[in-house]
């Protein structure tokens, strides 16, 4: 005679079955997820760039918004929000959805200056950005008309001591570094010069040109044109080393101010929570760009340092870096902008 089976032993077969049910729906989950994260990008993304159209900046950011889209198998488009010192679009960015389908285009002016400068921002850089890529150096250039009797960073100084603080600077506004540099410049040089803000770059080199103004620090791509046509003479360049555009103008470290070193950047930025997957998705496909020879060709020639390929932790020592630098330019004039 045959045992019946007991409860425990008819439950075996039906556990079983279930494990196998939900075995398979875990397999099928995590296909899933494998295929929807190898599908990212599936959508159209966008650059946030928080300058008017047609500057250097602008056109670095389309550059690489272009070469990214060929990367990444989707169109970045290229969105401009000018104002209140980049503030405008830059929060537009840190409240935009984490998604990996937003970025900025970040600048020393927007993640590290206006913090500094500003004490109503409403965003946090290190709280809510991730600056995944540095893209370029921008070296500046000190600029002065034909009319002042000076060639170099020396003469200029001797110039303007002679003067008795009577000459005047321009800057394409406050707060940025363009005027915080020529801040640096007059501390190093040990003169007075008075400064005039004009609201952008044209009418800032229309009044240098006018000998309205006698002394300029700019980003070189706006006064190349000029200096190349004769009309403006390059005292010096700000970065680290001469630059292939201008291979006769000495640094100002060269120049006897060893001390001096200045230069703005151009990155990337998406808002802090973006999942580290599409990051580094973005990442790849911007260094990819950023090693092209063509694209490095292209913006040399305006007097950008395109910057190799950086690790994360890099990055953040870069940025901290920066701010220690500038943060000690503002306190030392104490400059503030509310």
Same mark, same amino acid.
């Given at each position: ?53 047609? #500057? ?123 005027? /915080? ?8 040089? #040990? ?23 006698? /002394? ?13 046509? #004769? ?7 700000? #970065? ?49 760009? /950023? ?48």
């Amino acid at each position: 005679m045959q045992n019946k089976p007991t409860k425990t032993t008819a439950l075996k077969p039906r556990r079983a079955w279930l494990a196998a049910i939900a075995a398979g729906a875990w397999c099928a989950l995590a296909l899933w997820g494998g295929a929807a994260q190898a599908a990212y990008p599936d959508r159209p993304l966008k650059l946030v760039v928080p300058y008017t159209p047609g #500057g250097s900046t602008d056109q670095f950011g389309r550059a690489l918004a272009d070469g990214m889209s060929r990367q990444l198998g989707q169109t970045v488009v290229v969105e401009n929000r000018p104002g209140a010192a980049t503030m405008i679009g830059t929060t537009s960015v840190a409240r935009a959805p984490a998604d990996g389908y937003t970025m900025v285009l970040a600048t020393n002016g927007s993640m590290v200056l206006n913090p500094m400068l500003y004490k109503k921002i409403q965003y946090d850089p290190p709280k809510d950005f991730r600056i995944f890529s540095i893209g370029a150096e921008a070296p500046l250039v000190v600029v002065t008309n034909t009319r002042v009797p000076a060639g170099n960073i020396r003469e200029f100084a001797a110039y303007a001591k002679a003067e008795g603080g009577k000459l005047n600077y321009a800057s394409v506004g406050l707060g940025n570094a363009l005027q /915080l540099a020529t801040e640096m410049l007059k501390t190093e040089l #040990g003169i007075g010069v008075t400064h005039v803000p004009y609201n952008g770059s044209a009418p800032a080199l229309a009044a240098l040109l006018a000998n309205d103004v006698q /002394l300029m620090v700019d980003v070189v791509s706006t006064s190349l044109p000029h200096i190349k046509a #004769g009309k403006l003479k390059a005292l010096a360049v700000t #970065g680290r080393s001469r630059l292939d555009v201008l291979p006769n103008v000495p640094t100002v470290a060269e120049s006897g101010y060893p001390n001096f070193q200045a230069a703005t950047w151009f990155g990337l930025a998406v808002p802090a929570q973006t999942p580290p997957e599409a990051v580094a998705r973005l990442q790849a496909a911007a260094d990819h760009v /950023l090693k092209d020879p063509q694209f490095r060709a292209t913006f040399s020639a305006l007097g950008l340092l395109v910057q190799p390929p950086r690790t994360q932790a890099e990055i953040d020592r870069y940025l901290e870096a920066d701010r220690a630098h500038w943060g000690k330019v503002i306190k030392a004039n104490n400059i503030s902008l509310d």
